[in-house]
């Protein structure tokens, strides 16, 4: 079963930045067009970035022009970098593939202070 383990979360103020990391188990990258998903206390987990097998990134408006998704398929790693971060952006973030198919890791919490 592929693991997904993401890091890199913690507490920001707004304005400030953040770079996470996912690391993945097996190489999938090949096969799967990967995300990045945020879940807000109280809310459903959203999509906030993707990226497809051919690297054409997509973002909802929300965080375009803020964040940034990467992926190195050497390591099976995937990032997100985060710029201008805002008190909405508070959540805890999780990696998976475009149309989620394997068990949600744990999460890295993000926490932005205004």
């Known amino acids: 079963q592929v693991q997904l383990q993401e890091s890199g979360g913690g507490l920001v103020q707004s304005g400030g930045s953040l770079r996470l990391t996912c690391t993945v188990s097996?190489?999938?990258?090949?096969?799967?067009?990967m995300g990045w998903y945020c879940q807000a206390p109280g809310q459903q987990r959203e999509l906030v970035a993707c990226?497809?097998?051919?690297?054409?990134?997509n973002y909802p408006d929300s965080v375009k022009g803020r964040f940034t998704i990467s992926r190195e398929n050497v390591n099976n790693t995937l990032h997100l970098q985060m710029n201008d971060l805002k008190p909405e952006d508070t959540a805890v973030y999780y990696c998976n593939t475009g149309h989620p198919v394997f068990t949600w890791g744990q999460g890295t919490q993000v926490t932005v202070s205004s």
């Open positions: 990226i497809s097998l051919g690297s054409i990134t």
């Open positions: 097996e190489s999938i990258f090949d096969t799967f067009p």
